[in-house]
């Protein structure tokens, strides 16, 4: 995504990091403001919070392997990371689609 | 004898990477065929050098030193700490020869791993992005990943420190192959579906390869590779003798036979004719789920791997285009990833193992199933996510309609008897 468009022609001596900051500031901040406004709210949450639940399974794993000492506990545990994890996927997948919806 | 046949397998490690460039190229359109070869070309030049600079420092070897932290009352191995570059290895000390082999095969493997995502970015993913997406790859993602399972990391642990058995990636499914596979899932998130894809209602259009002969040569060319990539990994990371390098040969050629197989068989019980590109696809993905085991299965296992594997694959990429509308023009996501994991969870269910329990091996490889999805995939996605709000990964429209070829590299692969009447004319 580019920027607010704007031409800036930066001279050295006096002033010139200040037009320099302006011009960044700019930049930056017709970015985040078009990002804002141009997002596709349910794609970008489904994506986040798919993202969130594959980590989050991951940690259940790591969680069965350190809390559980017997075997079937930490299959139940891991397998329930799994599940989590395969959650994440599908809500991404679905994030994309609806991201793709919107651009078709 | 056994490092000289070690040596000689890494030699043939290159051709895994040739055969999957044939495929990717000749599953595209004719007019990116020479910007796919060239990106392939790119890629693993990248991934080379930057896993020589510095991945090799973080994937280091069992036994090297180690960034750790300590979390439940035990120490999580995560990131070798070597000298950079290239670990501080010298070649002319003789006793670094082990690490030295250890070196030249994941060098090789990072080339590999960094190739695959080019089957789902066909026809629309920019050289310039390729080149820095292998770079992320070849520099940290694979690496991480190599450490953990090859360089005595976390998931190498799991017997120690857990009382399970250590993760078996005896010929990297999980390291190359899933990773890769995770990448080009992630590559075509980000870069959506080429123009003409899908209709405004989501119903994908077939955009058959260009070159089929090409694909099944890739296929042969691929095995060569593998057998390789098989032999050398388990001399080095499992300390495999002359016999188990043999079982490697029998079941990689065994897998693979079973993946294409099936998936021959499938696809002309589903579609009245056998399908050539869906079956190379099976014949690599029984490459890519055996390529877990190595010869820590019977024959019979490897058959069972490979048919499984290629039935699987048949689905998936029906799955992955009709239902998500993931557009992966090569399969990579399926073949790679989807295959990987199954052949990950097959060590579990069928390997032979002098120590530990089945249960325990089965959890260990789902715990490694676990860390790609939970902690490689969304590094790759984020970090590639990242890289294109910097170096835009896409291709502008006019490059999708015009094709890679003229768009990148201002000539065709075939000027003198592709014609595009449509194509080629200024709109």
Redo the contacts between chains.
Sequence with gaps: MSGPGKAHVFCAGRGGSLRLARAIALYWGGNIFQSIFQMNLIGDALRLIG?VL??????V?AAA???MPA?AA??GF??A??GV??LG?GL??NG??AL??E?? | MITVLALFSIMLTPFAAAGLALIHQGLGRSRSAAHAMLGSLCAAAVAAIVFVIFGFSWAGFPGATAHSFA????RWDWLAALPFPAGGISFQDPSALNKTLVLALEMFAAGIAAIIPLSAGADRWRLASICAGSALLGMLLFPMFAHWAWGGGWLAQ?DTN?G?AGFVDAGGAGSIQVLGGLMALAIA?IL??RRGK?S?D?MPAAIPGHNIVLVLLGCVVALVGWIGLESAASIVFFNAGVQQVAGVVVNAMLSGSGGCLAALAITRARYKKPDASLSANGWIAGLVAGSAAGALVTPVAAIDTGLIAGALVTYMIELFELR???DDPGGAVSVHAGAGIWGLIAVGLFGHFSEG?R??HL?AQ??G???L???M??LL??GNLLIDRFLPYRVDNDGDWQGMDIRELGAGAYPEFVVHADEFVPR
Excluded: D
Excluded at chain 1, 54 to 59: K, Q, Y
């Design positions: 993202c594959l980590v989050s399974g991951f940690f794993v392997l350190v809390l075997l930490r299959f891991v397998a990371g799994l994890e395969i996927l991404l997948m994309h689609k793709e919806k651009r078709r | 979390a439940g009352g035990v799991l857990f399970l998130w959506g579906p899908f405004p989501g998500l509308q993931v329990t249960g325990g959890l789902l715990v199933v676990a860390a999805l939970g902690v995939l969304p996605y984020g």
